[in-house]
């Protein structure tokens, strides 16, 4: 074999060797995802189509444009009132959830605790129950305090069972400012409520603001909970109208559905843009140690 | 002012570690002393306690006149240089600075001033908006150090300044350090396991080892006379040669054998109560052990060995070489033209002998203290340096000269 040949040889084996198989296994991997990726896209697909359709129905089919469905639901009072309801709702959650969380992460962070990890356990224990499982009692319980039908008193229940993982959550962002910061700043003079306004604070704000979006689109998309606990119809959040859309009225107005069900995805899309961001690296404690 | 500090039978326990044993040590006002000793010794948790972010089990920690052992660190009034630094990462080198003062309440106008005082003494005025993420390490290590001048603090705590940095700037660091101390005489404790930054910077240094304090005294001294066979060997580099030894005393003259030789021992040297016939462990410094033909006339022994290894430094080398059995390294001039399994001819001055006790490892002999006349030697050559990672700061720093005259006035 001349050199020529076997260096063609060595080139041939260098490119068809590594890059013209394709594994079974990677074929089948990505047709999974697909096949997954369709079962997520398809409901929306159908979503996007009807909203703008003139005559809608169980089918996905390119619509005959129209906007008579968004015209009808913005005129809607209950519409608006479920937006309103809903966003008193989860921003109650929301504020409530994260204050407790970040009071409460802080110390299981920082200081010794006895059984904190029994604690800390038993915490994700109870984040992974249902709700659906207490929600009797609940509602028993409510019924005896005389919370029933308040947008307020239903976030508290929303805020206990959110905490759990908002806790998990919180703890991590806080374990990851280095100890030395803050032991550098109490030798600094500074005392403890200065520490946490000026150091721990400012720099687990990307921490908050995740937590804090996270158990809003929580909340946002609750149903159980206050389908159970609030029957006045301007009580009634976004997705318990939906259900409402959909039962109640007896007929289903597919056109109007869709269009609700859009507007109500749209601030859950936007934040959860906004807390890609944040989750990709704009955590930097660049400079402080090291 | 200045106070001094003093630790008095301190112990700190962490569960069923011991961490520091029985410590007492007392740093004198306006004083640099340096901890020293190989990690885990306990000597980061001696500084922590006296910061205050360790309690100790037992014990006092006294500032100035002052208790502190349940002062917390907010009230102690130390300034603390952290190993990482541990800047503040979302401020910038202006609001580092003034960080402290603002925490102590002092006017928005001194806080200015002092920040660019602080700033030009250490070179940091054009970077007064920059972020500790945009600057360099030598940088980020400065601002640290501003943030603990900014205070005027009755002690600063240093835990390894400099060890992030690379070897260059670390010297220039040491140095300026050493300047720092000179201009503001602030009581230091700075904590090291580098036997060079010790040896250079400390008016005074104290070697901890496996939680306890092993000795303290002057870098010289320390040199000379260590107390005992891990100081020996931590001290000086390359490291003291150890090997076997016997001691024989006969009508009052005490003789030592070893590597093949017997000697009696100096008139002037003094034997400790611990001395007793019988096994001993001889230390030998590789500077003590030179070619029999560099040799000068004091040095009356010579042994015979045959090469291992030569290690050439460039203004001199380091023999490795076997001699009765025993492996040991010498100093030879650069160039001797020395090759392995040669066989040479080692001298060695009996009056620059160590010897230890072979059981407890403490000192047996009192060698004459720095003035006699085999004094001579100085610490700022070559010889205080570090194994792993030093030949290029193998070289003679200005500083080091005014922190050994500064060493000898203390003592």
Redesign the interface.
């Known amino acids: 074999m001349s050199a020529v040949e076997a260096r063609r040889a060595g080139a041939e084996k260098l490119i068809v060797v590594p890059y013209s198989r394709v594994s079974p296994a990677a074929v089948a991997t990505n047709m999974i995802l697909i096949l997954l990726g369709c079962f997520f896209l398809l409901p929306m697909l159908w979503m996007v189509f009807a909203s703008v359709d003139s005559n809608p129905d169980w089918a996905i089919k390119l619509p005959t444009p129209t906007l008579a469905n968004f015209t009808d639901v913005l005129g809607r009072a209950d519409a608006i009132s479920s937006f309103r309801s809903s966003l008193i709702l989860a921003g109650t959650t929301t504020v409530v959830t994260t204050v407790l969380a970040v009071l409460a992460a802080y110390p299981l962070s920082r200081m010794h605790i006895p059984f904190k990890r029994a604690f800390m356990l038993a915490i994700l224990f109870a984040s992974g129950l249902p709700v659906s499982m207490l929600i009797v009692p609940v509602y028993q319980m409510y019924v005896y305090f005389g919370w029933l039908d308040s947008l307020y008193t239903t976030a508290l229940f929303l805020a206990a069972s959110s905490l759990p993982f908002a806790i998990w959550l919180m703890k991590n962002f806080i374990d990851a400012v280095?100890a030395?910061?803050e032991?550098?700043?109490?030798?600094?003079?500074?005392?403890t409520a200065?520490i946490l306004r000026?150091?721990v604070l400012?720099?687990t704000l990307p921490g908050i603001a995740v937590t804090a979006i996270y158990t809003f689109i929580n909340a946002w998309g609750a149903f159980i909970i206050p389908f159970v606990l609030t029957y006045s119809p301007d009580n009634q959040p976004g997705p318990v109208e939906i259900y409402n859309f959909m039962g109640s009225h007896g007929l289903f107005k597919f056109g109007d559905l869709a269009v609700f069900s859009l507007l109500f995805s749209v601030p859950v899309i936007v934040l959860y843009l906004f807390m890609s961001r944040y989750f990709s690296g704009a955590f930097?404690?660049?400079?402080?140690?090291? | 002012m200045l106070s001094e500090v003093r630790f008095e039978g301190v112990h700190k326990i962490f569960g069923t570690e011991t961490a520091v044993e029985d410590l007492n040590l007392r740093v004198n006002a306006g004083e640099f002393l340096v901890l020293v000793g190989p990690s885990g010794c306990g000597k980061t948790t001696t500084l922590r306690m006296l910061a205050g972010l360790e309690r100790p089990s037992y014990g006092r920690i006294l500032i100035g006149d002052k208790l502190v052992n349940n002062v917390s660190p907010r009230f102690r009034d130390v300034a603390m240089v952290f190993q990482s630094y541990a800047l503040y990462p979302h401020m910038n080198v202006y609001d580092n600075l003034a960080f402290g003062m603002r925490a102590r309440g002092a006017a928005g106008s001194v806080i200015a001033q002092r920040v660019k005082e602080t700033a030009e003494v250490l070179g940091l005025a054009q970077l007064m908006k920059r972020r500790p993420s945009e600057l360099s390490g030598g940088q980020r290590q400065r601002v640290a150090l501003g943030r603990a001048l900014i205070r005027q603090p009755q002690v600063f705590l240093m835990d390894e300044p400099l060890s992030n940095l690379d070897a260059g700037l670390r010297v220039q660091m040491r140095a300026e350090l050493s300047r720092l101390h000179e201009r503001f005489r602030v009581t230091t404790l700075y904590v090291t396991h580098d036997q060079v930054e010790a040896m250079t910077m400390g008016d005074r240094i104290a070697v901890m080892n496996s939680g306890r304090l092993q000795q303290v005294d002057a870098p010289e001294t320390l040199y000379d006379n260590p107390a005992n066979i891990f100081v020996a060997g931590f001290i000086g580099s390359p490291r003291m040669n150890f090997v076997r030894g016997s001691l024989t005393m006969t009508r009052g003259v005490a003789a030592v054998e070893f590597l093949g030789v017997t000697t009696p021992l100096s008139s002037r040297a003094k034997l400790t109560a611990e001395a007793a016939d019988g096994a001993v462990t001889v230390g030998l410094r590789p500077e003590d052990l030179m070619w029999r033909r560099a040799a000068p006339p004091e040095s009356t022994l010579t042994l015979s060995a045959e090469v291992d290894v030569v290690e050439p430094m460039g203004h001199e080398a380091y023999v490795t070489a076997v001699c009765a059995g025993e492996t040991v390294t010498s100093r030879f001039p650069p160039r001797s033209g020395v090759r392995t399994r040669d066989r040479i001819e080692l001298a060695l001055n009996p009056a620059r002998l160590h010897l230890f006790d072979a059981r407890s490892g403490n000192t047996i002999l009192q060698r004459p203290v720095a003035g006699g006349a085999e004094l001579p030697r100085s610490v700022g050559e070559a010889r205080v340096d570090e194994s792993e990672e030093g030949r290029s700061e193998r070289q003679r720093e200005p500083h080091t000269r005014s922190a050994q005259s500064r060493a000898e006035e203390i003592s």
Do not use: H, T
């Not at chain 1, 032991?183 to 003079?189: L, M, N, R, T």
């Not at chain 1, 930097?284 to 090291?290: I, L, P, R, S």
């Open positions: 280095p030395e910061l032991q550098a700043a109490a030798i600094d003079g500074a005392s200065r000026e150091l400012p720099l930097n404690f660049g400079g402080a140690v090291k």
